[in-house]
T-cell receptor, first 109, second 115 residues
């Protein structure tokens, strides 16, 4: 099974906030990442957070990390139709990078 | 500069044939990774290279899969005697170095269909 777990689907209305959640299992993870995949494309790095931080904000994106609960979330403010994609959470452990199964975000007008 | 380039973008092959997938990493990136993404699934790690060396090949699904990297640059993933379960998108990524503080940069993948 997956070491990194995400819910598979999320649907929101345009203009609302989206929150995508992820849990990971290895407390020694040093960096945690969010990637975005649009149809027919590879994964695009959105943002990442170092494990000694609990929050990182980058324009419309806010990443929250709860290291105690091994929980990571990505909040997208003012979600737009162009944000519709699959979002992958990933954890790095040494030289290894483990990905979740991805959350498909659908933004309805 | 240019991103990670993969070719072909699509490949349809008959069961039993061999296929070769190519990855051109970003110039200067020493680490290179291959992943497989099946329909509706997450990313399955296959193999990584540090320079031309692949220290751990245990992620390759079977002995029909092999990968090499030459000159610390281009990598090829070869699948011999393809089977229908090999159908997937094969993604290549590169990074400046191994380790979590070097984010992965992905190509657009090769979609392999085995008929």
């Amino acid at each position: 099974g997956e070491d990194v777990e995400q819910s598979l689907f999320l649907s929101v209305r345009e203009g609302d906030s989206s929150v995508i959640n992820c849990t990971y299992t290895d407390s020694s993870s040093t960096y945690l990442y969010w990637y975005k995949q649009e149809p027919g494309a590879g994964l695009q790095l959105l943002t990442y957070i170092f494990s000694n931080m609990d929050m990182k904000q980058d324009q419309r994106l806010t990443v929250l990390l709860n290291k105690k609960d091994k929980h990571l979330s990505l909040r997208i403010a003012d979600t737009q139709t162009g944000d519709s994609a699959i979002y992958f959470c990933a954890e790095s452990i040494g030289n290894d990078m483990r990905f979740g199964a991805g959350t498909r975000l659908t933004v309805k007008p | 500069g240019a991103g990670v380039s993969q070719s072909p973008s699509n490949k349809v092959t008959e069961k039993g044939k061999d296929v070769e997938l190519r990855c051109d990493p970003i110039s200067g990136h020493t680490a290179l990774y291959w992943y497989r993404q099946s329909l509706g699934q997450g990313l399955e790690f296959l193999i990584y290279f540090q320079g031309n060396s692949a220290p751990d090949k245990s992620g390759l699904p079977s002995d029909r899969f092999s990968a090499e990297r030459t000159g610390g640059s281009v990598s090829t993933l070869t699948i011999q005697r393809t089977q229908q379960e090999d159908s997937a998108v094969y993604l290549c990524a590169s990074s400046l170095a191994l380790g979590g503080n070097s984010p992965l940069h992905f190509g657009n993948g090769t979609r392999l269909t085995v008929t």
